[in-house]
């Protein structure tokens, strides 16, 4: 498997082909976007001239998002990035935006840490397909913000959603036998 702690390397072709070194394929900026929120960091090399092109396609990415109704940015913020594009030296929104994404990302894995910390409903029959979907109901709400792990990278997503269903219904049927057998 690949190191998750150095980039994935993608090298841009003078026909403006996206290269994925790691798996030796063409992907697409959707494909990119994917990487992303699985965690990953990804860095886009133009091949010829070894410019680092990744701020430029990150910024297309978020540009199509957004043009396609996506839109996570407010028009406030949008106006704000375009005002700090005016102060020399770029002002403080760099160092502003990253502070505030980390303690995005701290707060929601202090949220589920707490959520799952000396939790007395722990002991209650089917807690455990509680607790998933509340960890797949935040993943959803944040676009997986702070709540990746290694191992969801190793997993197709439609073989994990496969698990987590016959793991909840497993967990459900075992609840029902207990509840059958106390009445």
Do not use: C
Request: glycine residues 6%; proline residues 4%.
């Amino acid at each position: 498997m690949a190191d998750d702690a150095k980039p994935l390397l993608i090298k841009r072709y003078a026909s403006r082909r996206l290269y994925n070194t790691e798996t030796s394929d063409y992907v697409t900026l959707d494909d990119i976007a994917g990487f992303i929120r699985e965690g990953r960091e990804v860095q886009i090399i133009d091949l010829k001239s070894g410019d680092d092109l990744t701020r430029q396609y990150l910024l297309q990415i978020i540009a199509e998002h957004e043009s396609r109704g996506e839109n996570v940015l407010p028009v406030g913020v949008l106006n704000d990035l375009v005002r700090s594009y005016m102060v020399p030296g770029g002002g403080m929104m760099p160092q502003f935006l990253q502070s505030s994404f980390e303690m995005l990302r701290e707060s929601q894995s202090k949220m589920m840490e707490n959520m799952n910390a000396m939790n007395p409903m722990a002991n209650m029959p089917g807690f455990e397909a509680i607790k998933a979907q509340q960890e797949a109901f935040v993943k959803a709400m944040t676009g997986g913000l702070g709540s990746w792990s290694a191992s969801d990278a190793k997993k197709p997503e439609n073989e994990e959603k496969s698990e987590d269903l016959e793991d909840i219904k497993k967990q459900l049927s075992d609840l029902q036998d207990k509840l059958s057998k106390l009445s």
